[in-house]
T-cell receptor, first 117, second 112 residues
Framework: DAGVTQSPTHLIKTRGQQVTLRCSPI?????VSWYQQVLGQGPQFIFQ???????GRGNFPDRFSARQFPNYSSELNVNALLLGDSALYLC????????????????FGPGTRLTVL | KNEVEQSPQNLTAQEGEFITINCSYS?????LHWLQQHPGGGIVSLFM???GKKKHGRLIATINIQEKHSSLHITASHPRDSAVYIC??????????????FGTGTLLAVQP
């Protein structure tokens, strides 16, 4: 089975532009989480979606939005890009996303490296 | 102060050495993850712990819930173990999200 896939792998944008990043979870996984990893730091939580509903949101401005589709794939959108948005954007999928009260393993995709010039 | 602290930040070892990476956290958790990240970005989950100890090959992870501390050990280290090792916790606050809080990582370099 394929792991978590993300597209594109790399992306270069200029300030003020908009970007859409895509994630396909492992087959059977219903939960998708997005993380931002700035160079030299640990990842920071942006969003979690489960069954097309937002389950969690990190401390990010409203320029960041996401959605999940019926096939459980997900898109992360960032509007009005700033230089500080340059980062590796990671997507992680898991089976249930903690609904059962039991921690489940998150599987990470390879990431999309976004550079804002 | 970060909710998840790792030490050391950088570690250089000789091939064959026993390596320990430490993680301390300040929140109540439902699980702790050890992750490995190679240059270029991809993150691989090594362990998920909620108590005790787990072993996989040359890797051993332990957690002490009372002391809010976990360690990752690598026995007989090899240059291919060179990577960033990240500790991440899932805070237990009763919510429905599986948000992870990450440490800043430990950069390990194993020299032949």
């Amino acid at each position: 089975d394929a792991g978590v896939t993300q597209s594109p792998t790399h992306l270069i944008k200029t300030r003020g532009q908009q970007v859409t990043l895509r994630c396909s979870p492992i087959s059977g996984h219903k939960s998708v989480s997005w993380y931002q990893q700035v160079l030299g730091q640990g990842p920071q939580f942006i969003f979690q979606y489960y069954e097309k509903e937002e389950r969690g949101r990190g401390n990010f401005p409203d320029r960041f939005s996401a959605r999940q589709f019926p096939n459980y794939s997900s898109e992360l959108n960032v509007n009005a890009l700033l230089l500080g948005d340059s980062a590796l954007y990671l997507c992680a999928s898991s089976l249930a996303g903690r609904l059962a009260g039991v921690a489940d393993t998150q599987y990470f995709g390879p990431g999309t490296r976004l550079t804002v010039l | 102060k970060n909710e998840v602290e790792q030490s050391p930040q950088n570690l250089t070892a000789q091939e064959g050495e026993f390596i320990t990476i430490n993680c301390s956290y300040s929140v109540g958790i439902s699980a702790l993850h050890w992750l490995q990240q190679h240059p270029g970005g991809g993150i691989v989950s090594l362990f998920m712990l909620s108590s005790g100890k787990k072993k996989h090959g040359r890797l051993i992870a332990t957690i002490n819930i009372q002391e809010k501390h976990s360690s990752l050990h690598i026995t007989a280290s090899h240059p291919r173990d060179s990577a960033v090792y990240i500790c991440a916790v899932r805070e237990d606050y009763g919510g429905a999200t599986n948000k992870l809080i990450f440490g800043t990582g430990t950069l390990l370099a194993v020299q032949p």
